[in-house]
């Protein structure tokens, strides 16, 4: 059986059930064609202009343009077979689902900026812990969590994969820290730099603050302790001291939320959630936290500010009474909000924006999101646990999903009624006559991703590869438009070990959707990144969705380029 993906370890496969929740039939439906729902959801075609010459490389790699020695005829004679009877690696998310995110690694409370034109994903860098016997799924503790997972997007479906930051541990960038949850993200322009900002929880009893020049990293610890401890005043008695949040208002002022737990007797108004001043530097506190009533706090803080009003969204408890239920209209652990004029509060109760994902998709858990705003339009990053049971495990490991917030003219967010795997809109087609970072991808079966140049006391995310290939493995990219003129050419930086070969085949719209080329990686690349070109074996136009299968071992893709 092969590995669905790099969190998928040789142990677990043994315990893999076929078996999902909200509908997914696994490998059952590895190869659906490009289906009339994937089209309505993806943009309106566009006439994608055609590029000359492969995009700047990165600095790091030997790139020099080599043409594939074989005419595209003579590699497709020399590899078809193989490709014909190969078994594909199975799949966590088929051809078509645009949730979750990502299957390579786990990832948990998402928060989002934008920047430059991408949505940027920070999530928890959930880990999958064992009993001693090496086999059995242990319940999450999150108590081995000390790293943080990072992908963009400019069209919300395709993501590139920019690896882990190591923010917390040993070896991590804030030593004195030992977790790393819930990262909160922000930027601000500071003595004329863009600087970028990650705040997370060291635990549930403090937060600490990252900061660096690149929303990737690297990330350094700029004060070396928390920012906010229980030594901070008004702190001492917040029952959880993480899950922060932070606006940055147009003034340039920014502010800090945080907090959650449920004293006892205390249900309906827990009095756990703070909210700061940031200063200027975003890095200290300017003034104490002050406390803001929040019924029913569980945990989770969200700030957003939509038409001049200060939206603080939370995570309801579990405890939820008959009486809370009429009086606020939300059940157990629901994401709600509240409104304010001012960032600080007092803020009124408004509504409820998304049940527990439990509701939608059978998976019922802790509820962790953040909302943001892309190309005019409101979205929801959330987390479930829908891929635990097609991993064949439980315990409390998450991933992350999108979807679209409905926000009314007057500002009332009504409660999003149904969330789905289908549920996003391509946000614009994939151009595939620029450079594409080869990590860059919908779904796929089977791959891993390395984070190459990796130096001690790196906590960036470095320059990402697909690696560990093995024969059968695959990724899909969604809404990849050619245009009218259509590409004709393929180039692909990749290295592989002396002695090793492989290839790689291009296929349209699904995993048995038409073969438009093949790509040679040999050992005669010594262990450097090269550029091959070769021809396609028919001129490629319109809008597709793009398939990679891989053939062989032991080498590494860096980007790709059609012209």
């Known amino acids: 059986m092969k590995k669905k993906g790099i969190f998928i370890t040789g142990a677990m496969l043994a315990a893999l059930s076929l078996g999902a929740c909200g509908g997914e039939n696994g490998a059952k439906d590895l190869t659906p064609t490009l289906s009339a729902e994937v089209v309505t959801n993806m943009p309106e075609a566009t006439n994608t202009p055609q590029g000359n010459n492969p995009g700047e490389n990165d600095g790091e790699n030997n790139t020099e343009m080599e043409d594939q020695k074989m005419t595209s005829q003579e590699l497709e004679a020399k590899w078809k077979e193989k490709f014909d009877g190969l078994e594909l690696a199975e799949t966590l998310k088929n051809i078509g689902y645009d949730t979750p995110v990502m299957t390579q690694r786990l990832g948990a409370d998402p928060y989002a900026i934008v920047y430059e034109g991408r949505v940027y994903l920070y999530m928890t860098g959930d880990v999958v812990e064992y009993e001693a016997d090496g086999v059995t799924v242990k319940n999450n503790s999150y108590s081995k969590i000390n790293t943080l997972n990072v992908i963009s997007s400019d069209d919300l479906v395709n993501w590139t994969d920019h690896g882990t930051i190591y923010a917390a541990g040993r070896n991590g960038a804030a030593t004195w820290g030992n977790n790393s949850w819930a990262p909160a993200v922000a930027y601000k322009e500071i003595d004329g730099e863009m600087k970028f900002f990650v705040y997370f929880a060291n635990g549930g009893n403090g937060i600490g603050v990252l900061t660096s020049d690149s929303p990737t990293g690297p990330f350094t610890d700029p004060i070396k302790r928390a920012?906010?401890?229980?030594?901070?005043?008004?702190?001492?008695?917040?029952?959880?001291?993480?899950?922060?949040?932070?606006?940055?208002?147009?003034?340039?002022?920014?502010?800090?939320?945080?907090?959650?737990?449920?004293?006892?007797?205390?249900?309906?108004?827990?009095?756990?959630?703070?909210?700061?001043?940031?200063?200027?530097d975003m890095i200290s506190l300017d003034g104490d936290p002050i406390a803001f009533e929040i019924p029913y706090l569980f945990e989770d803080s969200g700030i957003n500010k939509i038409n001049g009003k200060y939206y603080y969204s939370y995570c309801t408890n579990w405890n939820v009474s008959e009486e809370g239920t009429k009086k606020y209209g939300f059940t157990n652990a629901q994401i709600a909000y509240m409104v304010s004029d001012n960032p600080m509060g007092p803020f009124t109760f408004e509504g409820v924006i998304l049940k527990n994902p439990g509701t939608y998709y059978g998976c019922y858990g802790n509820n962790h999101h953040c909302m943001f705003e892309f190309n005019g339009e409101w979205y929801i990053a959330y987390h479930t646990q829908i891929l635990e049971r097609q991993m064949g495990i439980s315990g409390g490991y998450r991933c992350t999903s999108i979807t679209k917030v409905p926000v009314n003219a007057d500002g009332t967010i009504p409660t999003i009624p149904s969330v789905d795997r289908q549920s996003l809109k391509q946000a614009k087609y994939l151009n595939p006559y620029e450079k594409v970072e080869a990590e860059?991808?919908?779904?796929?079966?089977?791959?891993?991703?390395?984070?190459?140049?990796?130096?001690?006391?790196?906590?960036?995310?470095?320059?990402?590869?697909?690696?560990?290939?093995?024969?059968?493995?695959?990724?899909?990219?969604?809404?990849?438009?050619?245009?009218?003129?259509?590409?004709?050419?393929?180039?692909?930086?990749?290295?592989?070990?002396?002695?090793?070969?492989?290839?790689?085949?291009?296929?349209?719209?699904?995993?048995?959707?038409?073969?438009?080329?093949?790509?040679?990686?040999?050992?005669?690349?010594?262990?450097?990144?090269?550029?091959?070109?070769?021809?396609?074996?028919?001129?490629?136009?319109?809008?597709?969705?793009?398939?990679?299968?891989?053939?062989?071992?032991?080498?590494?893709?860096?980007?790709?380029?059609?012209?």
């Open 227 to 280: 920012l906010i401890s229980r030594s901070t005043p008004n702190c001492a008695n917040v029952d959880w001291l993480f899950d922060p949040a932070v606006l940055v208002d147009d003034d340039g002022s920014a502010y800090i939320y945080f907090g959650g737990g449920v004293p006892a007797g205390k249900e309906e108004n827990p009095g756990t959630g703070r909210v700061a001043k940031l200063g200027d």
């Open 440 to 563: 860059t991808m919908a779904t796929m079966g089977g791959l891993s991703t390395t984070q190459e140049g990796m130096k001690s006391k790196y906590y960036g995310s470095g320059n990402m590869t697909l690696s560990e290939i093995n024969s059968g493995d695959w990724l899909a990219l969604y809404g990849v438009d050619f245009g009218d003129t259509g590409a004709k050419q393929f180039t692909a930086a990749v290295k592989a070990a002396g002695g090793q070969t492989g290839a790689i085949q291009i296929r349209l719209d699904s995993l048995n959707g038409e073969v438009v080329g093949y790509l040679e990686v040999s050992g005669s690349t010594n262990g450097e990144y090269r550029e091959i070109t070769v021809d396609l074996l028919k001129t490629v136009t319109g809008v597709h969705n793009l398939i990679f299968v891989f053939y062989g071992e032991e080498y590494n893709v860096d980007y790709w380029q059609f012209q």
